[in-house]
């Protein structure tokens, strides 16, 4: 039962990180609508989130509505939520200029996200100057 858990599990990942590469966000909202932990499902080597994967990519639109999924008993978690680089999902927004929008509603989910440092030492604020205006 666990292997068959343990591939299915796999095979999900997989569909869902294939979604996210060809941009294909309803097929992304479906999946995540679908998983116990939503849009916070780990599914990249880099121990990255969908969310994560998402904002790297800058699909903004797709992190807006994976945002909505969240539950919100989860607003106030989004801080703890890193990667192996000790990322947080404001990390990965803040490292394009097309994606202020988006910082801007992720901190109102989680404000302690601006001053998060990540395994470099690095807040999001000096990640992306722009942030600080926020």
Do not use: W
């Not at 703890?80 to 404001?90: P, Q, R």
């Amino acid at each position: 039962m666990a292997d068959i858990n343990y591939t299915a599990q796999r095979g999900r990942n997989r569909d869902l990180c294939n979604a996210l590469m060809g941009k294909q966000d309803k097929e992304v909202i479906r999946v995540c609508r679908d998983l116990p932990e939503g849009p916070l499902r780990r599914i990249g080597a880099n121990n990255d989130t969908v969310l994560h994967m998402a904002a790297h990519s800058e699909q903004s639109d797709l992190v807006l509505e994976l945002l909505k999924l969240l539950p919100g008993n989860r607003s106030h978690g989004l801080v703890d939520i890193k990667n192996n680089a000790g990322d947080t999902i404001l990390h990965e927004v803040a490292t394009s200029d097309n994606m202020i929008g988006v910082g801007e509603k992720v901190l109102k989910r989680d404000e302690g996200l601006l001053f998060a440092q990540n395994d470099s030492g690095e807040m999001p604020i000096f990640v992306q100057p722009a942030m600080a205006k926020l």
